[in-house]
T-cell receptor, first 113, second 109 residues
Framework: GAVVSQHPSWVICKSGTSVKIECRSL??????MFWYRQFPKQSLMLMAT?????????EQGVEKDKFLINHASLTLSTLTVTSAHPEDSSFYIC?????????FGDGTRLSIL | GQNIDQPTEMTATEGAIVQINCTYQ??????LFWYQQHAGEAPTFLSY????GLEEKGRFSSFLSRSKGYSYLLLKELQMKDSASYLC??????????FGTGTRLKVLA
């Protein structure tokens, strides 16, 4: 089956630090990847759609300069949370699309002190 | 607008059967997924429905009625490990999943 690897799984860092999260499709090529954020006891909220070789499409209310997305190859998308603050602490999940299905990574728990 | 509705919480007893409902209104329809999510983990795939009817997979079954914009997930012979959130997700015309808020299921001994 389709495997999506997300790294790191857990990050704790100081306020003001930038954090990069990687999402890799291990056994298939993904022209489209998605980035979600999930707060405790809430559902997944789509942040942006990452398209290989072009700019990401951000959902309303998501700051493009705050959450930088790069989809440089067919198997890798990265999300960089720039100058992270405590309110950015959340669970970030990526998914890679193959045909009609999205395959999820294991998520990254980000804690900003 | 587009929206998906699910009950927020449900409680059931070990060994029982529970049905989690999902209603949706979306721009186009390309399928409906059910996911299971344990606290602190990513969602894991349970079922996919694109045609009307019932799909059965072991202890889990999922039903879809496209004309009614309705689906349910049926869990039989409940086990303690089934305590989790269950997310209903619809694929609309643009293929961006729309997730419901999830139903937190608590299984009691």
């Amino acid at each position: 089956g389709a495997v999506v690897s997300q790294h790191p799984s857990w990050v704790i860092c100081k306020s003001g630090t930038s954090v990069k999260i990687e999402c890799r499709s291990l056994d298939f090529q993904a022209t489209t990847m998605f980035w979600y954020r999930q707060f405790p006891k809430q559902s997944l909220m789509l942040m942006a759609t990452s398209n290989e070789g072009s700019k990401a499409t951000y959902e309303q209310g998501v700051e493009k300069d705050k959450f930088l997305i790069n989809h440089a190859s067919l198997t890798l998308s990265t999300l960089t949370v720039t100058s992270a603050h405590p309110e950015d602490s959340s669970f970030y999940i990526c998914s890679a699309r193959r045909d009609w299905a999205q395959h999820f990574g294991d998520g990254t728990r980000l804690s900003i002190l | 607008g587009q929206n998906i509705d699910q009950p927020t919480e449900m409680t059931a007893t070990e060994g029982a059967i529970v049905q989690i409902n999902c209603t949706y209104q979306t721009s186009g329809f390309n399928g409906l997924f059910w996911y299971q999510q344990h606290a602190g983990e990513a969602p894991t795939f349970l079922s996919y429905n694109v045609l009307d009817g019932l799909e059965e997979k072991g202890r889990f079954s999922s039903f879809l009625s496209r004309s009614k914009g309705y689906s349910y997930l049926l869990l039989k012979e409940l086990q303690m490990k089934d305590s989790a959130s269950y997310l209903c997700a619809v694929i609309p015309r643009d293929y961006k999943y729309i997730f419901g808020t999830g139903t937190r299921l608590k299984v009691l001994a």
